[in-house]
């Protein structure tokens, strides 16, 4: 007991391990992936923010020299252009405009919803105020709109002037290679190229070479634009507050973070994996204690648990990508997120290990997919496709008669006659009526005939009405009823047959076996002469061959119904074979006083056959002439190709009067001689037949009168 404490605990210690240590990879993976554009460039210098922040600074300094260059020239209040005035014209007449339509629009609905004459001039008067006071604010003279213009650009240059100038952290030196002038803000006496190698952490020099961030193609354009070429640079030391440095030191210390993730994250799931391997492998620690877990889990459809799988992972998945987990100081909140991470990754372990075991066993997943939510929804759709035209007609009534009921409803409303609303419902409730009694004496007809059918009235036939599905019900059970009729039939001819083959086996083997005991006892007696003792042991040899044969074919027959034989298939000329089978029974087709006539199509024609069973096909069917044949008749046998098939067709003239069925004469120990009287076990045809067909081919059997003709059919060889 104490033993198996000691594992019980070891077992859930390792497996509360093994799922901590997959949630910690769980949670580092989450955290890789948010945060994957620290990884995904080397430096904070490829990313787009850092291009971005450059381009911004580089179009301040092409406004800064280019545009606002000689700024009390050129943007003086004296010197605002004709352009400028206009348009800030324009804005002050379409504010105008917008201010007085909504005023218009706000006092005019006031105006007439107000009953009161001295109220409604009080409006009026408030309204042309406001409308005063909005065009005295919108409309500007010439000289007040150049000072605006004016007010604007200077505000515009001041902004630009101080970002130029007052920011330590983006350093240039650029040349204007058509003016040669210089710009720069580095201070010192040191070359520029001394100051690159002493004081930059980062340099760009323009025209690029290359370059992979857009935004970087777009400062080269501007370089390119105003004929500049130089550097753009980032001071290893600059004043506090420096944007760009703060920012490239928290791209390396998240992009440090991220990498010591991603080794312990490997870490921890491969940690996890081999501790789950070696408790699966370890015979000792195999105690389940999750039985009423699995068994709760198993009690809910499968596709119910893969909702669930589902629902569950995609919340989970978003509640990692937004946790901010790797972060000081720890805390109680940290315990809290990777416990929440834990029980999910150990609800994923729990249900890979469930479906790894489900696919293991396919009947057990047969067997839940049939007791699945969707199995049986698809059943009932299967179902309701089946009876789609009885919903559609349910559905019809329904929907025409809540249309005439609101329709009446209406009407009687409308028209404030509630008798004309009583005779149209009560009409549409007798022509239902009418529908459904007409529909119910259908269905009595239907149970009626059922009733007759069921107590042995097989020839009741329940009338097949209009088209619908009473109508189809009854032809299913008239249907039904005509295929028990034949199975019965069927039945009581096989019990027929029965008692036909046991009678006849009876009689076959009891005859040549009475035989032999008779003069068995005739041999016991004494003072025999030896004429009669040789006599008698001839009888009991052609008895014992006799009682041979029989039981010989009746075991052959056994097997071919049964399939075990084995065919040894090569290449057989049939004509050859033919040939052979007749040549050997020669002398009893003479002494049966027949004659034979054979014709061949070809001398040589081949198919693949066992060449010794095929043998045995042709020895009965011909044994089967000479036996039944009427005597000093012709035989003809006939051997055709036919459409890639070889045909042999054996044609005699029966010796008695054939009254059977062509099917029956192929029943074991079944004979065309109902007397008996000749020769041979009536299993001759039917192993033929067996043969035969085990082989491709088909036996067949036509009766015209006294004609007797067996055809015999192969699939011919390719050459």
Known sequence: ??????????????????????????????????????????????????????YSYCQNLSNFYVYYKDYNNKFGENKASKEDINGLKLFYEDKLKS?????????????????????????????????????????????????????????????IKKSVQNRNDIKYYIKNTKTNEI?????????????????????????????????????????????????????????SNNYIIENYNYYNSVRSRL?????????????????????????????????????????LPMDVNILIFCIYTAIMLGYMLKLSFFYKPLGVKHFIKFTIVSIYVAYVIFSIKVFIKLMKNKK???????ESLSCRLIDVAKRSFIAKDLKLQILLSTIIT?????????????????????IIGLAYIILILRIMFKKIDYL?????????????????????????HLSKIAHNINNIKSGYKKSLQSQIKSERLKSELITNVSHDLKTPLTSIINYINLLKKEGLSEDEIKGYIGVLDRKSERLKVLIEDLFEASKMSSGSVELNIEKVDVAALLEQSIAELDEKIKKASLTLRVKYSNKHIYANLDGKKTWRVFENLINNIIKYSAPNTRVYINLMEEDNKILIVMKNISSYEMDFDAEEIFERFKRGDKSRNTEGSGLGLAIAKSIVELQGGKLNIEIDGDLFKAIVQFDQAKP
């Not at 009080?122 to 065009?135: C, Q, S, T």
């Not at 809540?402 to 009583?422: P, R």
């Not at 009595?444 to 619908?468: D, H, M, R």
Request: hydrophobic share 40%; glycine share 4%.
């Open 259 to 299: 990498i010591k993730e991603m080794l312990i994250g490997v870490a921890s799931l491969i940690t996890a994996l081999l501790i789950l391997v070696g408790i699966k492998k370890d015979e000792n620690l195999k105690i389940n204690f999750t039985k009423q877990i699995k068994s709760s889990y198993k009690k």
């Open 444 to 468: 009595n007809e239907i149970l009626k005939g059922t009733e007759e059918i069921a107590s042995g009235n097989l020839n009741y036939v329940i009338k097949e009405k209009e088209e619908s």
């Open 1 to 54: 007991m104490g033993i198996k404490l000691k594992n019980k605990f070891i077992y859930i210690c390792l497996c509360a391990l093994s799922i901590f240590a997959a949630a910690f990879s769980v949670l580092s993976a989450c955290d890789i992936v948010k945060n994957y554009s620290y990884i995904e460039h080397k430096t904070y210098f490829d990313t787009d923010e850092f291009g971005r922040e450059v």
């Open 402 to 422: 809540t249309i005439l009921a609101l329709f009446t409803i209406i009407l009687v409303m409308i028209s404030h006659n509630i008798m004309l609303g009583a």
């Open 364 to 370: 057990e997943l047969l067997n839940k997919w049939n």
């Open 183 to 239: 710009y720069h803000n580095l201070t010192g006496q040191d070359t520029i190229q001394e100051y690159i190698q002493k004081e930059s952490l980062f340099t760009i020099e323009f025209p690029l070479k290359r370059a992979e961030n857009k935004k970087l193609l777009n400062i080269n354009s501007i370089f390119k634009s105003f004929s500049w070429e130089g550097y753009i640079m980032i001071p290893k030391q600059s004043a």
């Open 99 to 159: 201010a007085q339509a909504e005023i218009e629009n706000k006092y005019n609905n006031y105006i007439q919803e107000s009953e009161r004459v001295s109220y409604k001039d009080k409006l009026i008067d408030e309204k042309n105020k406001k409308l005063e006071e909005v065009r005295k604010e919108n409309t500007k003279s010439d000289e007040e709109l150049k000072k605006e213009v004016a007010s604007r650009y200077d505000k515009d240059y001041e902004a």
